[in-house]
């Protein structure tokens, strides 16, 4: 199957930054084709879990309205990795921050599984006030 791993949660106070990254890798035999859009997410206590910004193939982006201006996402295709750069962080962006990949084909031995959607297991995210 694929794993996503996420990197780069943490404390900050307000007005700092962090930078979330988060590679899709296939485990044992398994082996990823392409990736279709990529994108982060974010659930805080007792909310449910929202879309933060997400990033196409060619890198057309999409930003929540409450992170426009200080969130930026990119990714690198080669090496099936998006990335999440925070700044000007406030205590309402305080979550739990999964990364999720669409459309992922990948291969076992040479065969292609049907495409699929992963995520990650999550990163915390916290910023004091």
């Known amino acids: 199957q694929v794993r996503l791993a996420e990197f780069g949660g943490g404390l900050v106070q307000t007005g700092g930054s962090l930078t979330l990254f988060c590679a899709a890798s296939?485990?044992?035999?398994?082996?990823?084709?392409?990736?279709?859009?990529m994108a982060w997410y974010r659930q805080a206590p007792g909310k449910q879990r929202e879309l933060v910004a997400d990033?196409?193939?060619?890198?057309?982006?999409n930003y929540a309205d409450s992170v426009k201006g200080r969130f930026t996402i990119s990714r690198d295709n080669a090496k099936n990795t998006v990335y999440l750069q925070m700044n000007s962080l406030k205590p309402e962006d305080t979550a739990v921050y999964y990364c999720?990949?669409?459309?992922?084909?990948?291969?076992?031995?040479?065969?292609?599984?049907?495409?699929?959607?992963?995520w990650g297991q999550g990163t915390q995210v916290t910023v004091s006030s």
């Open positions: 999720n990949a669409q459309g992922v084909v990948s291969t076992v031995r040479g065969i292609r599984n049907a495409e699929n959607e992963y």
């Open positions: 990033i196409t193939p060619g890198g057309i982006t």
């Open positions: 296939g485990s044992g035999v398994s082996r990823i084709n392409s990736i279709n859009a």
